[in-house]
C-alpha cells in the first residue's frame, strides 16, 4: 500500500487537511523525551534549589501551554478542544536524565499526536531555559510518540526497530 502525504494538493502546494466529513471520535496520544542533565542540575531539581524557581512545576505548566498553542506553532494543524492535558516526569538519578510524558485527549476530528510531541519538547526547553546557568551541557532527545488511539488510521503503539 503507497503512503500518501495528506498536506499536499495534485499540484504539490500545502494545503490543511479537509477534515469535515470525518466522524468526530475520541482520540488520545502520548508522547515522551527526555533531556540528559550534568549531577549538578539532576541535585538542584530534585532539592528545589534551582534560583528561577520549581523547574518540573513550571515545565509542566509550560507543557500544557505548548499543548493548548499547537495549532498557533504547526502550520498544518486544526485547532481542538483539548479535554485532558497532563505532563509527568521520571527522574532517572543514575543516569542523570529528566523523562518527560505528555498525555493529549479529545473528542475530534482529527488526532492529538502533534499535541503531545509539542508538550513534551515545550516542557524539555523549559527545563534547558531554567537550567542553563547551571549548566548548558544538556541533551534532549529520543522524543516520540507513544501511542494514539482513535481516528482512521487506527491506534498505534511505538516499538523498536
Known amino acids: 500500500m503507497e503512503k500518501v502525504f495528506t498536506h499536499f494538493d495534485q499540484n504539490g502546494n500545502a494545503v490543511m487537511v479537509d477534515v469535515s466529513g470525518k466522524q468526530v471520535t475520541y482520540r ?30 513550571v515545565a509542566r505548566v509550560a507543557g500544557i501551554m ?17 479535554q485532558k492535558c497532563s505532563v509527568d516526569y521520571e527522574l532517572d538519578q543514575e543516569k542523570n536524565e529528566i523523562h518527560v510524558f505528555c498525555t493529549v485527549k479529545t473528542e475530534g476530528k482529527t488526532g492529538v499526536e502533534m ?37 482512521k488510521s487506527g491506534d498505534f503503539r511505538f516499538e523498536n526497530r
Open 28 to 57: 488520545t496520544a502520548l508522547a515522551t523525551g527526555h533531556i540528559s542533565v550534568g549531577p549538578e542540575i539532576m541535585e538542584a531539581v530534585t532539592s528545589g534549589n534551582v534560583k528561577k524557581g520549581d523547574v518540573l512545576g
Open 66 to 82: 505548548g499543548v493548548k498553542k499547537t495549532s498557533e506553532l504547526i502550520p498544518m494543524c486544526h485547532p481542538l478542544p483539548i
Open 115 to 151: 499535541e503531545a510531541l509539542t508538550g513534551v519538547q515545550v516542557a524539555l526547553l523549559t527545563i534547558y531555559d531554567m537550567c542553563k546557568a547551571i549548566d548548558k551541557h544538556m541533551v534532549m532527545s529520543e522524543i516520540h510518540l507513544v501511542e494514539k488511539t482513535g481516528g
